[in-house]
Nanobody, 126 residues
Framework: QVVLVESGGGSVQTGGSLRLSCAAS????????MAWFRQAPGKEREGVAH????????SYADSVKGRFTVSHDNAKNTLFLQMTTLNPEDTAMYYC???????????????????WGQGTQVTVSS
């Protein structure tokens, strides 16, 4: 059983920055893929960033490339998402996800993941 708890959301103005955290507990040793997703009201859940925690290899949605950075602290079992140059289109509930599988066909597809956090709200005002 893996438990994921996100934190760090909040309200910022356009151009601002936020850093999200996702603390993982439980049988985390086997989790090798972690990701951030987001879902705005009335929209489907969207993959934002992914990392293979063992290799550090990452991938990003085109909409956040160059602005968001995903990282993982293996010692603390914590996933991070550094978000910069935020704009109102980034407003959404952000979710952390994890899976023990070592290779994912589509790392930014929600169906690839087995464990989810409860989400943290990010609101960007113009």
């Amino acid at each position: 059983q893996v438990v994921l708890v996100e934190s760090g959301g909040g309200s910022v103005q356009t151009g601002g920055s936020l850093r999200l955290s996702c603390a993982a507990s439980g049988y985390i040793a086997s989790s090798t893929s972690m990701a951030w997703f987001r879902q705005a009201p009335g929209k489907e859940r969207e993959g934002v960033a992914h990392i293979y925690t063992r290799s550090g290899s990452t991938s990003y949605a085109d909409s956040v490339k160059g602005r968001f950075t995903v990282s993982h602290d293996n010692a603390k079992n914590t996933l991070f998402l550094q978000m910069t140059t935020l704009n109102p289109e980034d407003t959404a509930m952000y979710y952390c996800a994890a899976t023990p599988r070592v290779w994912l066909r589509d790392p930014l597809f929600a169906g690839e993941y087995d464990y989810w956090g409860q989400g943290t709200q990010v609101t960007v005002s113009s």
